[in-house]
């Protein structure tokens, strides 16, 4: 048997690649969009991609599976559990199977039993592994998709957050509770393989440890202590993380059918022109990836600043729409990562792109900055008039402490709040280390707020110098 993880950091999601080395027949779990390292390794081990599985339908990023299907001729296999109102649409235009509580698929001497674990979505799926030649009867893995993480368990209130099914949350919550009774009757031995990692927002406390077994889960997962069902509800559903404002678009997006990458063509590599700042700014999104300090410093006005590190993909979800345009500025040499990235959360619509050293030859009217503050700054300038402090951290952030005369808009509300973000004073912007406010700091440029100051090293490097927090 083979068998390979592959893992999106920006993401936090992971992948498999499983097959049977003697007949060459493999599978992948859970693709991402971009299928071509599946189908180099594949090529690589001599298999050939005959199946695409999916868990569920996805919220966090956009599926590969049609497009393994259309590159490699591979089926499609999606859960045929829950309500028709989630499932699947696009499958039915290319060879596929809908699966059902103990189906049974085969790649070789691989086989894989399907089991119904409703509770992060009513359809989801688990598959559970089994080495037909060596142990036949023995399963070796649970590939667990969104239901069992190491660590956790996939959250309920997704369908109620972002699609708007009213009283959904605490129905999934009690389906977890029953899904996980199936888990425990698994063998111990068995090891979960889950789709995220720890940066997931399809969870509020999932591991970085890559995979884990049914029995150190069942020993330390906080999710299988419950044993009372009431209790187990009120626990999942407390706490659980802001849902990003894009999941509700890869629902639909993944469930009516992505487009496919060959249709979307390559972004234009242009020239930066003054006509073409112009047109850039009138027609879309002029996105800037360069780290903050150099945006800060000179940046074409009206554009955007989310730096390309971990943190990207997460904060274009939040801040980029779909439909419009994108205008790209990045260096030549990770401009082709930042598309991908972008695609694989369905903003298409990157145009063209250029080197971020055009900004530096751009004209004076074309270009703005903004202030980087320290702490002892800020602090000076509190008790002066028409200084608007502003938190961006996440509430309960907020909640544990905060600076004195502060206001609070999250950073990922603060676009459709913008409007209550003063014009007629100074704007001291924070969070808890400086990245947030940063991205903030530009957006509020961009949104024509003038005088805007970021606090180098957020509430931290405040705490660290001892000035006062309220609560």
């Known amino acids: 048997m083979y068998l390979r993880r592959f893992y999106d950091e920006g993401l936090a999601h992971a992948s498999y690649l499983v097959g049977c080395q003697e007949t060459g027949e493999a599978c992948v779990i859970d693709p991402a969009r971009d299928v071509e390292p599946y189908l180099l390794t594949a090529k690589r081990e001599g298999l050939r991609i005959v199946a695409a599985l999916e868990t569920h339908i996805h919220a966090d990023f956009v599926s590969g599976a049609r497009e393994m299907a ?19 649409e696009y499958v039915k235009a290319y060879p596929h199977r809908l699966l059902k509580d103990g189906d049974e698929l085969h790649f ?39 239901f069992v993480f190491v660590g956790d368990v996939g959250r309920p209130d997704l369908l109620e957050r972002v699609a708007g099914e009213s009283g959904s949350s605490e129905a999934l919550a009690r389906q977890m509770f029953r899904s996980l009774r199936k888990f425990e009757a698994l063998p111990d031995h068995v090891q979960v393989l889950p789709a995220h990692g720890a940066g997931s927002a399809c969870g509020k406390a999932l591991g970085a440890v890559p995979s884990s077994t049914v029995g150190y889960e069942k020993l330390v997962n906080w999710a299988l202590q419950h044993k ?81 590190n971990k943190s ?42 250029t080197d971020p050293a055009a900004v530096e030859r751009a004209a004076p009217d074309d270009v703005a900055s903004y202030a980087n503050v320290s702490p002892d700054e800020v602090r000076g300038a509190l008790a002066q008039q028409g200084l608007w402090l502003l938190d961006v951290r996440n509430a309960d952030e907020w909640a544990g402490g905060h600076l004195p005369q502060a206001h609070h808009i999250p950073l990922s509300k603060l676009a459709a709040h913008i409007h209550d ?27 024509g707020v003038e005088d805007v100051r970021n606090m180098v090293g957020g509430y931290e490097a405040w705490r660290g110098k001892g000035f006062p927090v309220e609560a």
């Not at 629902?251 to 979307?264: H, I, Q, S, T, Y």
């Not at 274009?316 to 930042?338: F, N, Q």
């Open 108 to 146: 070789g001497n691989v086989r894989i039993v399907v089991m119904h674990t409703p509770g992060h979505t009513p359809e989801h799926v688990s598959y559970l592994l089994y080495d037909g030649k060596t142990s036949p009867d023995v399963p070796m893995a649970l590939f667990s998709g969104d």
């Open 312 to 353: 990207f993909v997460t904060w274009a979800g939040w801040l980029l729409p779909a439909d419009r345009p994108i205008h790209l500025l990045a260096a030549d040499a990770i401009a082709p990562d930042v598309i991908r990235a972008l695609r694989s959360i369905g903003i298409d619509d990157v145009v063209d792109w």
């Open 421 to 447: 973000v003063p014009r007629d004073g100074s704007v001291y912007v924070y969070c808890r280390t400086g990245g947030r406010s940063a991205i903030a700091a530009s957006l509020l440029r961009a949104h």
């Open 70 to 88: 259309d590159r490699a001729g591979a089926a499609i296999c999606v859960s045929d559990e829950g309500p028709p109102e989630w499932k699947s």
């Open 228 to 308: 009372d069902e009431d209790a187990f509800v009120q626990a999942l559903l407390a706490g659980q993380p802001e849902a990003p404002i894009y999941f509700a678009r890869m629902k639909l997006v993944n469930k009516v059918g992505p487009r496919l990458l060959a249709e979307l063509g390559a972004p234009e590599r242009v020239d930066l022109s003054p006509e073409r700042v112009r047109a850039w700014r009138e027609g879309g999104v002029v996105l800037d990836v360069r780290p903050a300090d150099a945006f800060a410093k000179r940046h074409l006005a009206g554009s955007l600043n989310i730096p390309w």
